[in-house]
């Protein structure tokens, strides 16, 4: 039977709490155990695909089409494990779910509350479907105190009773900040935020504490006297050069070994964790580097392009070089020439988006990209406005626009109504709901024999993850082939466009869908890999 382990976090957010249960579960799974991670997030949107990535981030689809938190790319990328639907929820979710059993009388008159029928249902979505794994480690959003988190707590503590005895933990992540002035460690926000758990009627067994130098005996001391966690339990989590330093790091602070304490486990087969070093030490080490220029629409919030920053750090793992990031605002390059920014770059990216704002500065990216031979990697958005570019600038069609920003003459990339998935057809109306109604998750495609494409990937199949709601218009296809920009992959009944690239060109690529949210440390995406390799090329020519 699976064991249950809460993450929760307290002082201020943003201390890295979906990094440490990602790491934790690395560690669990280097010791042969087999792990979930799962996530719950208090706020009320039903899930974060119609949230701002300027607020919260990345949101990460899974191969099952779910719109879902960032937090969820960490733990795929750290255990590998495929993330689904079911390993995140929010207050939103929940509330829907139970106000629309609430109308069809599901509750037979009877008057429904936070407790039982919101913490029942947060209950149930923890407990469900774990038959398979030995640990589910469940992390639990915002701090300690937010009035909207209460009920994920609540229901968090009832099953510490519920569950049998000795087979759930609490882990909670806090902050100790150094005070310069006094020059001096404070253990004091961190015992306010136990205290806060505590009155609500969580203990936590094990605290691992944010800090940005190593905490001396005596402050690990105090925090376990006036925290009651035993002394061993004070995990440090010390700030490190690379994500994916942490594991090691936080099992070297005794972290999984006090999990496992904890639980009553004794004789765990110690972790095998060379893999960790191994990828520690590439990072540490390369052998030279490339910078790689992202223009897009949200860069001054690197959370709104995680998965995308990691993947290009595993294409730099492939290679063995640092890749640089250098971030461009794209709409900058509506009023300026794109050059002096791009000109010493080694390879131009631009990432998935919506709307309008920055579309001409990107598709001006494109052009620069295209004219000098520069690597260019377009992802989704950035396909579309690399086919915009072709229609306008190669083959004349000067009105060459997308319906996302509003009518057009000629709909080069359009809105898409209908599609299958399997065998079904999938249908949207134009002025159908925004959430959860694009084309999302993972869906085959073909690519072309011959094409760079296929060569890159080593297979004609492929299945990536999709998050989209316009589309490369396949009526402009034969004119936009005439001028080299090839449709190497299309879905499997050729309805679809699925990649583009072309053929004068060094390194030139676009993919309707999002290949950075497969890949991993231990197993770069092709694509990021074989673009980085192009950098690598370029940056020997200038
Ligand atoms: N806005 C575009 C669309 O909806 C691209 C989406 C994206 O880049 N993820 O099709």
Avoid at 107 to 112: A, E, K, Q, R, S
Avoid at 260 to 274: E, H, M, V, W
Wanted: charged share 25%; proline share 6%; glycine share 10%.
């Amino acid at each position: 039977m699976a064991r249950y382990i809460f993450i929760t976090g307290g002082v201020v957010s943003s201390l890295g709490k979906g990094l440490a249960s990602a790491a934790l579960g690395a560690c669990l799974q280097a010791r042969g155990y087999k792990v979930r991670l799962r996530k719950l997030d208090p706020y009320l949107n039903v899930d974060p695909g119609t949230m701002s990535p300027m607020q919260h981030g990345e949101c990460y689809v899974t191969d099952d089409g779910a719109e879902t938190d960032l937090d969820l790319g960490h733990y795929e990328r750290f255990t590998g494990r495929p993330a689904n639907k079911r390993d995140n929820v929010t207050s939103g979710r929940i509330y829907s779910d139970i106000i629309a059993k609430e109308r069809r009388g599901d509750f037979l008159g009877g008057t429904v509350q936070v407790i039982p029928h919101v913490t029942d249902a947060i209950k149930a979505f923890v407990l469900d479907g774990n038959e398979e794994v030995d640990f589910v480690l469940c992390e639990i959003g915002g701090t300690v105190g937010d009035i909207e988190g209460l009920p994920f707590f609540e229901a968090i503590r009832q099953l510490g009773n519920e569950l049998p005895r000795g087979e759930v933990v609490y882990i909670h992540l806090t902050l100790m900040p150094f005070i310069p002035s006094a020059g001096e460690l404070k253990t004091k926000p961190t015992q306010h935020s136990v205290k806060e758990l505590r009155s609500i009627g969580i203990q936590p067994d094990i605290l691992m504490v944010r800090c940005d130098r190593p905490i001396p005996a005596a402050e690990r001391r105090k925090l376990s006297l006036f925290c009651n966690v035993r002394e061993g339990a004070v995990i440090p989590a010390l700030d490190v050069k690379s994500i994916y330093d942490v594991p090691v790091a936080y099992h070297n602070e005794g972290l999984d070994d006090e999990v496992l304490n904890a639980f009553g486990i004794t004789g765990a087969p110690a972790p095998d964790l060379s893999r960790w070093d191994k990828i520690s030490n590439t990072i540490a080490n390369p052998e030279g580097e490339v910078t790689i220029a992202i223009v897009g629409k949200y860069v001054e919030l690197k959370d709104a392009y995680k998965s995308l920053i990691e993947s290009l750090v595993h294409g730099g793992i492939a290679n063995n070089v640092k890749v640089n990031l250098e971030w461009l605002e794209a709409e900058v390059f509506e009023k300026e020439d794109p050059a002096p920014w791009l000109g010493e770059v080694n390879g131009i990216l631009v990432p998935g988006g919506f709307g309008e704002r920055g579309a001409e500065g990107k598709i001006a990216a494109v052009t620069f990209a295209r004219e000098r031979k520069v690597p260019y990697f377009g992802i989704c958005f950035g396909m579309q406005m690399a086919v915009v570019e072709a229609a306008r600038n190669l083959a004349g069609i000067t009105q060459a626009s997308s319906s996302e920003f509003g009518p057009t003459s000629e709909p080069v990339v359009g809105l898409m109504t209908e599609w299958l998935k399997g065998n079904a057809l999938e249908r949207r109306a134009a002025e159908g709901d925004m959430g959860g109604t694009m084309r999302l998750g993972a869906y085959p495609a073909h690519l072309q024999a011959g094409s760079k494409i296929a060569e890159i990937y080593g297979s004609e199949e492929i299945s990536e993850r999709h998050r989209h709601r316009y589309e490369v218009n396949m009526a402009y296809r034969d004119t936009l082939e005439a001028v080299g920009l090839k449709f190497a992959g299309t879905s499997p009944d050729g309805v679809l466009p699925e990649t583009v690239e072309r053929e004068d060109h060094p390194w030139f690529i676009g993919v309707q869908y999002h290949p950075e949210l497969k890949s991993r440390p231990f197993e770069p995406h092709p694509l990021f890999a074989s673009f980085v390799r192009a950098a690598v090329e370029q940056s020997r020519l200038v």
